[in-house]
């Protein structure tokens, strides 16, 4: 079983609809959850981060955390074309020396205009 | 303004020769970590230090060897052991203290010939 688990897509939406991506963790452990997006070519950058069970917002942006579960989301709401990137989700633990992220390995999105 | 830089962006070997890949930071960061990526996959952990002088193994170590002489600084050095080093290598720093969030160079595009 891979640690952080995702669907590789593509994912494809209208532009204007609600993406919905989904991620689950093995680790019991595990404290901090991340949203990376990636364009083809580029570094990942952060898009959201959460770290206590519940929804966090920010924009059109909303993540979904629920430990007892193990699986954190990512809403995008009112989707744009430029919104068509890989969405990796990566979590860590901050408790041991390691202090790294494991990532999955992605899911692609694709908006339709 | 702060950040991570990372060089070259792209880079071309041919089989038998080692290459470093550069990496500094200006974020006053603590720990340093380097990921690889190969297409349509995650990252995965090679190397990471917490600390001057002091670095550990990640996932994928084979192959590969770092050194943390100053705190701005954690070049890669890709040896002619590593079987397959095609691959985007991606630099990042981290706060101590801080609760995960990695910051990234824009990455290094190696190509073995």
């Known amino acids: 079983q891979k640690e952080v688990e995702q669907n590789s897509g593509p994912l494809s939406v209208p532009e204007g609809a609600i993406a919905s991506l989904n991620c689950t963790y093995s680790d019991r452990g595990s404290q901090s959850f991340f949203w990376y997006r990636q364009y083809s070519g580029k570094s990942p950058e952060l898009i959201m981060s959460i770290y206590s069970n519940g929804d966090k917002e920010d924009g059109r942006f909303t993540a979904q955390l629920n430990k007892a579960s193990q699986y954190v989301s990512l809403l995008i709401r009112d989707s744009q074309p430029s919104d068509s990137a890989t969405y990796l989700c990566a979590v860590t633990r901050m408790d041991t020396g390691r202090r790294a992220l494991t990532f999955g390995s992605g899911t692609r999105l694709q908006v339709q205009p | 303004d702060g950040g991570i830089t990372q060089s070259p962006k792209y880079l071309f070997r041919k089989e038998g020769q080692n290459v470093t890949l550069s990496c500094e930071q200006n974020l006053n960061h603590d720990a340093m970590y380097w990921y690889r990526q190969d297409p349509g996959q995650g990252l995965r952990l090679i190397y990471y230090?917490?600390?001057?002088?002091?670095?550990q193994k990640g996932d994928i170590a084979e192959g590969y060897s770092v050194s943390r002489e100053k705190k701005e600084s954690f070049p890669l050095t890709v040896t002619s052991a590593q079987k397959n080093p095609t691959a985007f290598y991606l630099c990042a720093s981290i706060r101590q203290g801080d609760t995960g969030e990695l910051f990234f160079g824009e990455g290094s595009r190696l190509t073995v010939l």
């Open positions: 230090s917490q600390i001057v002088n002091d670095f």
